[in-house]
């Protein structure tokens, strides 16, 4: 059954490091979505996309981050200068639009852990 | 803005045991409501999405169903056994008909059925 994929897994970096967290959205999914989750809080909304723009982001999606699709099968989630504050669980989701169904599928995480 | 409440936020049970979960939401304009299941340190996993004109929606084991208007949707769980064990989040699909919509989480109920 197809999945979505994330890599790394884990990511351990500096403070003030860039990373990106990459993801492989199921191959006819049109709209990706990368949601994070801090230890013990709640599930969160960070940006969806579509059609190589993006759709809608939330307030915690700021000028630190950044999302591409590089090319025909990953996308990926830029974070520019890391804060301790971003340590958390990063989930890709890809959803297809089958109206009225928009069931979101997510990806396994990566944690991301800022030192 | 939308904010999503589950009760009961953790259930311990013995094996066989029926079980009710509940989700409630502040705003009833969703469009979808989905239902996931997240084992420890794992990614989520969509178990059943109930559009806002369905009442109920069935998987197996388990029944969704959906009062849009009081803004309830509960997860009933039959003949619990110990590989049910995880956490259960609720989530809310708002915007309008279309895909790319964000989903808003509540903070889950963490379920162990014991042998």
């Known amino acids: 059954e197809p999945e979505v994929t994330q890599t790394p897994s884990h990511q351990v970096t500096q403070m003030g490091q860039e990373v990106i967290l990459r993801c492989v959205p199921i191959?006819?999914?049109?709209?990706f979505y990368w949601y994070r989750q801090i230890l013990g809080q709640k599930v969160e909304f960070l940006v969806s996309?579509?059609?190589?723009?993006?759709?809608?982001k939330s307030e915690i999606f700021d000028d630190q981050f950044s999302v591409e699709r590089p090319d025909g099968s990953n996308f990926t989630l830029k974070i520019r200068s890391t804060k301790l504050e971003d340590s958390a669980m990063y989930f890709c989701?890809?959803?297809?639009?089958?109206?009225?169904?928009?069931?979101?599928?997510f990806g396994p995480g990566t944690r991301l852990t800022v030192l | 803005k939308q904010e999503v409440t589950q009760i009961p936020a953790a259930l311990s049970v013995p094996e066989g045991e029926n079980l009710v979960l509940n989700c409630s939401f502040t705003?009833?304009?969703?469009?979808?409501l989905q239902w996931f299941r997240q084992d420890p340190g794992k990614g989520l996993t969509s178990l059943l999405l109930?559009?806002?004109?369905?009442r109920e929606q069935t998987s197996g084991r388990l029944n969704a169903s959906l009062d849009k208007s009081s803004g309830r949707s509960t997860l009933y769980i039959a003949a619990s056994q110990p590989g049910d064990s995880a956490t259960y989040l609720c989530?809310?699909?708002?915007?309008?008909?279309?895909?790319?919509?964000?989903?808003?989480f509540g903070t889950g109920t963490q379920l162990k059925v014991e042998l």
């Open positions: 989701a890809s959803s297809v639009w089958e109206g009225p169904y928009n069931e979101q599928f």
């Open positions: 191959s006819n999914h049109l709209y």
């Open positions: 996309f579509y059609n190589n723009e993006i759709s809608e």
């Open positions: 705003d009833s304009a969703i469009y979808n």
């Open positions: 109930i559009q806002s004109s369905q």
């Open positions: 989530a809310v699909e708002g915007g309008v008909a279309g895909g790319g919509n964000k989903l808003t």
